[in-house]
């Protein structure tokens, strides 16, 4: 028997696999395929203050082992998701569940913690500054050391909850950012959101997003996302939650050797939705495989 | 289980591996590919099937033409590097495929003498919803818009069904000259539902005289509702055209 089991924030888990917000709404559409309640807990679809339909399509592009989205934050808005998706999502879920938020400015960051912390199913609070696909706040609060600071502090005054927040890997320097989100008081970071990319549709000779730009990820991130995992470990000592093109319980344990505690699956979701389910079956044989016997032992093994 | 009052239409999404039977050229450019497994997750024409393709990240999602108990029929357009790939497949050859996705044609509205719109590739979800008009007692007039000749498709299987099929092309080269929204005007019917690229569904929305459905396409993530990808407005607030399309009425419409 191995141990699965791992401590977020605070929380005990009863494995470190955690679908990404973006890539499983609130729930409800892999509650119909498969039991999630299996799942260490999910990150569901980042919220904002006001409702929001988000960028025009197409919004999704192809890449090789990877894809482009360009959502744009899509969501009903706090209110709606407290009054209708919460009580839905408790229907179906039945353990702590991650909110992601965003905002445009620090009041709104505020304003959507605030009214989570009243929320008991919301065990942790992961704090979006890094989407890449809004015009205005978005990943300019994640691209500097003040500008993450500043939302930590504001978040943290709003919320008695664990403070997770999330980090763009387009920038010159993650760790320092890192850095400065945990001496403003993050309970914990999350790394990596998507990669800024491009296509091009060569029929059209434009680009195939319609907001021209969007958000890399898949598989193909993995080696990108790691490598930063492992610099942010380096940097601070609050959890870590390591993303970014995972795909299989052995990404999962490089991952966490790499220094993440717990880690989350993003695009996999979407081109296979039983991913989670299947690496979650899949990791105690390959912990076995590599003498593994408690998960949580392997953190940052490898620096 | 959890109740999603935002699940309209749809079955239970499975996955599961598919054996091509058949892939045959049938217009320019166009393919018939018969596939054998599993379809009891496909209750209703207008669905569509999201289709893994070696060397492809996102699935690709291609509307179901016609199934049956054990077998279903895709018609595909190669237009990019996913409808290349399936035209290559090969008899014998397997496909990973997620079925019982999208919300299909409503059938139960009740028409007497229903008028079905498609433009090229189009085409391929109202054959499907032909047949099972057909099946229940209704004869609908069937108007297959195609380029030219080369891309017509499906002609003797409409007519099969049918005696009301009439072929337009844009050069003349086959059937009608002109649009398919052309014919339209000389045709008695009560109800209509069409597919094709969304320019010439614009049209038939200013040539028709009824309510009907429109089927549409949108780029997707997933095709199962999770990633927002292909949202969306409608009248009646927004719509994913994978969950709770790609089947939209009339009336939710905004041009």
């Not at chain 1, 482009?68 to 353990?95: M, R, T, W, Y």
């Not at chain 1, 300019?140 to 008695?160: H, I, L, N, P, Q």
């Not at chain 2, 109740?3 to 499975?14: A, H, Q, V, Y």
């Not at chain 2, 008009?133 to 299987?157: A, H, M, R, W």
Request: hydrophobic letters at 40%.
């Amino acid at each position: 028997m191995v141990n699965t089991k791992v401590n977020l924030c605070g929380i005990e888990i009863d494995n470190p696999v955690i679908p990404a917000s973006g890539t499983f709404g609130f729930g409800y559409e892999f509650a119909e395929i498969y039991d999630i309640n299996i799942l260490g807990t999910f990150s569901f679809k980042g919220t904002t203050k006001q409702e929001r339909f988000g960028n025009p399509t197409p919004r999704i592009a192809e890449c090789t082992a990877g894809m482009i989205n360009s959502i744009g934050l899509q969501n009903p808005g706090i209110d709606a998701v407290i009054k209708e998706e919460l009580p839905k999502l408790k229907s179906c879920f039945h353990k702590p569940v991650m909110a992601n938020v965003s905002g445009f400015s620090l009041e709104e960051y505020a304003y959507v913690c605030a009214a989570l912390d009243k929320e008991p199913q919301i065990g942790w609070i992961e704090v979006n500054i890094s989407c890449p696909n809004v015009t205005k706040g978005g990943m300019d609060f994640g691209t500097s050391e003040e500008a993450a600071a500043s939302v930590t502090k504001a978040v943290k005054k709003a919320t008695t909850k664990p403070v997770i927040i999330k980090l763009s890997p387009n920038v010159t320097n993650i760790a320092s950012i890192a850095s400065a989100c945990e001496a403003a008081g993050a309970d914990g970071i999350s790394l990596i959101n998507t990669l800024l990319g491009m296509r091009i549709d060569l029929r059209t000779k434009k680009p195939v997003i319609a907001n021209k730009m969007g958000g890399f990820s898949g598989r193909a991130i993995f080696p990108v996302a790691l490598r930063m995992v492992y610099q942010v470990k380096k940097a601070v000592k609050i959890p870590i939650v390591g993303m970014g093109g995972i795909s299989s319980a052995r990404d999962v344990i490089e991952m966490m050797l790499a220094g993440a505690c717990a880690v989350q699956i993003g695009a996999e979701n979407l081109i296979n939705p039983f991913a989670c389910k299947e690496i979650i079956e899949s990791l105690p044989d390959e912990m076995n495989k590599w003498g593994i016997k408690d998960i949580s032992e392997i953190v940052g093994g490898a620096h | 289980m959890c109740i999603n009052d935002r699940f309209i239409g749809g079955t239970e999404l499975k996955q599961s591996i598919y054996t091509v039977e058949s892939n045959k050229l049938i217009a320019s450019n166009v393919y018939e590919i018969v596939l054998s497994g599993d379809v009891s997750s496909i209750v209703s024409p207008g669905q569509f099937v999201n289709i893994k393709l070696d060397g492809l990240f996102l699935r690709r999602p291609i509307s179901v033409a016609d199934y049956s108990a054990d077998s279903l029929t895709l018609l595909i357009k190669v237009i990019g590097e996913g409808t290349e790939a399936l035209a290559a497949m090969k008899e014998g050859e397997k496909l990973d495929l997620l079925t019982g996705l999208g919300n299909g044609f409503d059938l139960g509205k009740g028409s007497k003498s229903p008028l079905l719109i498609g433009g090229g590739i189009g085409c391929a979800p109202l054959f499907m919803l032909c047949k099972q008009l057909c099946d229940g007692g209704t004869k609908p007039t069937v108007v297959l818009g195609f380029n030219d000749k080369s891309e017509i498709f499906y002609e003797e299987q409409f007519k099969s069904l049918t005696p009301n099929v009439i072929i337009t092309t844009v050069d003349g080269s086959g059937g009608v000259k002109g649009f398919a929204t052309d014919v339209i005007a000389n045709i008695d019917y009560d109800y209509f539902y069409t597919c094709g690229p969304e320019p010439m569904m614009r049209a038939v929305s200013k040539a028709v005289v009824t309510d009907g459905q429109y089927s549409f396409e949108e780029r997707m993530g997933c095709g199962f509702g999770a990633c927002m990808g292909c949202s969306c407005k409608t009248k009646t607030g927004s719509k994913r055209i994978c969950k709770e399309g790609p089947i939209l009425e009339s009336g939710d419409i905004i041009w």
